[in-house]
């Protein structure tokens, strides 16, 4: 069993930056694929991006690819999501989740384990 805890959410304003953090207490990050997913109010699971074991591979939802970046430390036990230019809609819980199938893994059901989710509020 892998427990994920994010961490990084808050309210922001329409514009600015916000880095989640996403670490596994006692369980080396290194040995699975990651991801982000996000999930607004009244929606589905939304998928971010994952990123390889390795960290030499990265790949991002069409949708947020140009603001969003996933990506890792394994030393730190850390995965990342930096999100740019933050709008209204990106308001959610955010995700992380780790998988044992190899790179990419770009929907929620080929996840393992999850976290319980950060929220994201952005007022315009």
């Known amino acids: 069993q892998v427990q994920l805890v994010e961490s990084g959410g808050g309210s922001v304003e329409a514009g600015t930056s916000l880095s989640l953090s996403c670490t596994a207490p006692?369980?080396?990050?290194?040995?699975?694929?990651m991801g982000w997913f996000r999930q607004p109010p009244g929606k589905e699971r939304e998928f971010l991006g994952t990123?390889?074991?390795?960290?030499?591979?990265?790949q991002h939802e069409d949708a947020v690819k140009d603001r969003f970046a996933i990506s890792r430390d394994n030393d730190k036990n850390t995965l990342f999501l930096l999100m740019n230019s933050l709008k209204p809609e990106d308001t959610a819980v955010y995700y992380c989740?780790?998988?044992?199938?190899?790179?990419?893994?770009?929907?929620?059901?080929?996840?393992?384990?999850w976290g319980r989710g950060t929220q994201v509020t952005v007022s315009s």
């Open positions: 990123i390889s074991r390795s960290g030499n591979l990265e």
């Open positions: 989740a780790a998988t044992n199938r190899a790179f990419p893994a770009t929907n929620a059901g080929m996840y393992d384990y």
């Open positions: 006692g369980r080396p990050i290194k040995y699975y694929t």
